[in-house]
């Protein structure tokens, strides 16, 4: 149980295009899902928290309107990167828990390369 | 989130030798979580210790959650060729968001 897909898996994009990332949890209800930035060799950062139905919590310097992020059901997070450019490039992974907030359970996690 | 330490960085051992790696904090954590991330893989969760001195083992592991709940441990007996890859803690706030330390990659020589 508990099993959270990504897709896509990975994605090379253009300079200036938007690329939509999306995490769905298969077997359980995410009441709430995260989003990660990881650059290679580097750990896991928070890049914003969201809930189903409301608004996203974006930690400070993770820009909102360029990492949109929609929540719209209990099982399914976007997150949009708007008007891409390289140093966005970067694994973006999706965490969602259930009710149960100790545990969060990851997606394979989406590679972007932006040229 | 305040930055949660982890030492060492980067540790090489020959397969069968113990592994530690150590998470600190400058403040009291509610809990830590471990986690396992493959090379190209995705983190997968460990354990979660919540009481002050708590020990948990798995196998191989032994988890440490110090006394006053700014430091833990993660410990591996014997190491193996699997046991290959980047160990992180992870504490979650009152908001319940989860932030990462910054990790141990471990290299096992075989």
């Known amino acids: 149980g508990a099993v959270v897909s990504q897709h896509p898996s990975w994605v090379i994009c253009k300079s200036g295009t938007s690329v939509k990332i999306e995490c769905r949890s298969l077997d359980f209800q995410a009441t709430t899902m995260f989003w990660y930035r990881q650059f290679p060799k580097q750990s896991l950062m928070l890049m914003a928290t969201?809930?189903?139905?409301?608004?996203?919590?974006?930690e400070q310097g993770v820009e909102k309107d360029k990492f949109l992020i929609n929540h719209a059901s209990l099982t399914l997070s976007t997150l949009t990167v708007t008007s891409a450019h390289p140093e966005d490039s970067s694994f973006y992974i999706c965490?969602?828990?259930?009710?149960?907030?100790?545990?969060?359970?990851f997606g394979p996690g989406t590679r972007l390369t932006v040229l | 989130g305040q930055q949660v330490m982890q030492i060492p960085q980067y540790q090489h051992v020959q397969e069968g030798e113990d592994f530690t790696t150590y998470c600190n904090s400058s403040?009291?954590?509610?809990?830590i979580q471990w986690y396992k991330q493959r090379p190209g893989g995705h983190p997968v969760f460990l354990i979660q210790?919540?009481?002050?001195?708590e020990v948990k083992k798995q196998k191989r592991l032994t988890f440490q959650f110090g006394e006053a709940k700014k430091n833990s441990s993660l410990h591996i007996t014997a190491t193996q060729t699997t046991d290959v890859g980047t160990y992180f803690c992870?504490?979650?706030?009152?908001?319940?968001?989860?932030?990462f330390g910054t990790g141990t990659s471990l290299t096992v020589i075989p």
């Open positions: 403040t009291t954590l509610s809990n």
């Open positions: 210790l919540v009481k002050s001195g």
């Open positions: 969201s809930n189903e139905g409301s608004k996203a919590t974006y």
């Open positions: 992870a504490y979650t706030n009152t908001g319940n968001q989860f932030y």
């Open positions: 965490s969602a828990t259930g009710w149960s907030t100790d545990t969060q359970y």
